[in-house]
Structures are given as C-alpha cells and as structure tokens.
C-alpha cells in the first residue's frame, strides 16, 4: 500500500486519491499542506462561524473547493465542503 503521511498520524492510500473528486465540480482532489491548513482554519476561524480546526483537509486541483478528513475519513459531502477561492496560502501537497 502507497501512502501520504498527513498530520497526526493519518494516512491516505494514494490509490483512493487518484479516484477521489469533488463531488459539485467533479475536480480532482489533493491534499493540503499543513501551512496550506493553517491558512485555511485560520481564514474560517477568521469568519466569524464558530467552528473546530480541521486536522486534515483535501483542496481541489484549482484551489477553490476544501473538504474536511474526519477520523481519517474524507468528508466529501456537499455541505461539508467550503468555498476556499479566496483564501491566500492554499497549497495541495505534491502527489508523490
């Protein structure tokens, strides 16, 4: 099994997310960063909703969708996901 390391711990099969994609602009997903987390939990915390940080996130290829990964699950339900196209700092790591 090929994996990416992601923070505390978690683990993502790379085969999962080569078939993986948003699921309102059918974009490939990738998986962010950790200054490209902190910028985003920084950009929600900033907004004024009240919110947990996400330890883990998947961004889409262009940046403008994020989605959360929960108990090392993805969370790729409409709802679910944010808009990220305004927030600076949104780097998806580099697929190995």
Request: net charge neutral; hydrophobic share 45%; proline share 8%.
């Amino acid at each position: 099994m090929r994996a990416i390391d992601l923070p505390k711990g978690f683990t993502v099969d790379t085969r999962l997310l080569e078939i993986l994609r948003c699921p309102l602009t059918q974009r490939p997903l990738r998986l962010l960063d950790k200054d490209g987390l902190r910028a985003l939990n920084q950009a929600r915390a900033a907004s004024g909703v009240p919110s947990v940080a996400w330890t883990a996130a998947l961004v889409t290829d262009d940046g403008r969708r994020a989605y959360p990964i929960e108990d090392d699950i993805p969370v790729l339900l409409a709802g679910a996901g944010i808009d990220a196209g305004d927030i600076t700092g949104l780097v998806a790591a580099k697929p190995p």
